[in-house]
């Protein structure tokens, strides 16, 4: 979620793992816009732009439900490959929301986004940050992340953030202790039980996860990479109840194995945030990967799930 900076802003900062050009590009050329910007399940249609001082950016953001959104951005600042900024939200019959500032910066190939919304009041900015979370609008920056790894290295991925009150350290541990991480990963309705468990780089995990419905799953996790508190990557598989590797029991063209990547950054003392960065691993059949990329946003809703339910438990 947003994260506060003053009373009134909001900040959000992301690092993408591509140059400052590339990033600069998908937000400013129109066609490349269109790829990712707007929650998951929206699209645009840009009417016209003119990014310069006094410009504006005229587009329709149309909703999965078939609503649409008028959208008119006017640009106060415009400086190539550095800063943008505009007002946000506002068109010719509705003054803008609020202010936004975009900084990027390049570091050793890798580009820092720093994003800061300026409302009117606190009471605005506390109201905004709630409608941004329900409406899905953070799912913006991870399409972007998906958009340019897509561009760049022609690789599918599902890329999630939050941000979390709590130190880095603590959120590792509630990564890599069963007893903590099972009380919240499981999907929402479901508990999750180990039938072996051994974190460790090159060891294995072997679960189930059930519900009051009587649907039982089983599944299997072997460790690439732990990097305390930093990284932790994995690859999983769903499979029997001895073990043997076997297919979704909902959805029998999911991908038979998937990596997933943990990220943790410190945003402050006791600021965490977590990125999952989740692809196809090993042989994937064509049909394998169509269901994972129409599946991006049951992806969604499913992680945001976890990820509220371990709101929950910190706040426990």
């Known amino acids: 979620m947003p994260v506060k900076n003053k009373s009134n802003e909001l900040k959000i900062t992301r690092v993408y793992?591509?140059?400052?050009?590339?990033?600069w590009d998908a937000w400013t050329d129109p066609e490349k816009a269109a790829q990712w910007w707007g929650p998951r399940g929206f699209t645009i249609t840009t009417h016209s732009k003119d990014l310069k001082v006094g410009g504006h950016w005229h587009y329709t953001m149309h909703g999965p439900d078939g609503i649409d959104y008028p959208n008119k951005t006017k640009y106060f600042e415009v400086e190539e490959c550095a800063k943008l900024v505009y007002d946000h939200g506002g068109n010719d019959e509705q003054a803008p929301l609020f202010r936004v500032t975009v900084l990027f910066s390049e570091n050793k190939g890798k580009t820092t986004m720093d994003m800061t919304m300026t409302l009117p009041t606190p009471e605005a900015a506390e109201e905004t940050s709630k409608f941004i979370k329900k409406a899905g609008g953070n799912a913006t920056w991870d399409r972007l992340a998906e958009y340019l790894e897509k561009t760049s290295a022609n690789k599918e991925v599902f890329v999630i953030n939050r941000s979390f009150n709590a130190p880095i350290e603590t959120m590792f541990e509630l990564w890599t202790n069963p007893d903590h991480f099972s009380k919240w990963l499981p999907p929402t309705?479901?508990?999750?039980?180990?039938?072996?468990?051994?974190?460790?780089?090159?060891?294995?995990?072997?679960?189930?996860?059930?519900?009051?419905?009587?649907?039982?799953?089983?599944?299997?996790?072997?460790?690439?990479?732990?990097?305390?508190?930093?990284?932790?990557?994995?690859?999983?598989q769903f499979c029997d109840e001895k073990g043997n590797l076997s297919r979704h029991p909902m959805a029998p063209t999911w991908p038979a194995t998937m990596l997933t990547t943990v990220t943790l950054s410190e945003e402050g003392p006791?600021?965490?945030?977590?990125?999952?960065?989740?692809?196809?691993?090993?042989?994937?059949?064509?049909?394998?990967?169509?269901?994972?990329i129409q599946g991006r946003s049951g992806m969604t809703i499913g992680w945001t799930g976890s990820f509220d339910k371990l709101e929950e438990y910190l706040a426990k």
């Open 17 to 23: 793992d591509a140059p400052v050009r590339a990033v």
């Open 189 to 236: 309705g479901f508990e999750m039980e180990f039938i072996e468990c051994d974190i460790k780089p090159g060891g294995n995990t072997f679960y189930r996860m059930f519900n009051n419905a009587g649907l039982t799953m089983y599944g299997r996790a072997h460790y690439l990479e732990i990097v305390k508190p930093y990284k932790l990557k994995y690859t999983q």
């Open 270 to 292: 006791d600021q965490t945030r977590i990125t999952i960065n989740w692809e196809c691993y090993g042989e994937t059949a064509a049909e394998e990967l169509a269901t994972f």
